[in-house]
Nanobody, 122 residues
Framework: QVQLVESGGGLVQAGGSLTLSCAAS????????MGWFRRAPGKEREFVSS????????YYVDSVKGRFTISRDNAKNTVYLQMNGLKPEDTAIYYC???????????????WGQGTQVTVSS
């Protein structure tokens, strides 16, 4: 099992930036893909971005392309989500998740963090 702890959420004005961090511990050798998801009030959980734990492939939902950047530091077992140009519609609880699959669907993410709140004011 992999334990995940997110940090870095907060309140920011529209157009501002935040960087989320997700520290992994436990069976980190089993991680193939790390992902970020979000759940806005009254909405379903949504995929935001993912990357291969050992590799260069990254993926983004269309609504964040060009604004968000996912990265990792394998030495620290940490994945980051740099969020620029934030919009009120980015307001959500952001979760990181780990998968043992190199091309996971949402259901393939077996380990989840507790989430961190991001609020963007207009």
């Amino acid at each position: 099992q992999v334990q995940l702890v997110e940090s870095g959420g907060g309140l920011v004005q529209a157009g501002g930036s935040l960087t989320l961090s997700c520290a992994a511990s436990g069976r980190t050798f089993s991680i193939a893909t790390m992902g970020w998801f979000r759940r806005a009030p009254g909405k379903e959980r949504e995929f935001v971005s993912s990357l291969r734990w050992r590799g260069s492939s990254t993926y983004y939902v269309d609504s964040v392309k060009g604004r968000f950047t996912i990265s990792r530091d394998n030495a620290k077992n940490t994945v980051y989500l740099q969020m620029n140009g934030l919009k009120p519609e980015d307001t959500a609880i952001y979760y990181c998740a780990a998968s043992r699959s190199r091309q996971p669907s949402t259901n393939d993410y077996g380990d989840w963090g507790q989430g961190t709140q991001v609020t963007v004011s207009s």
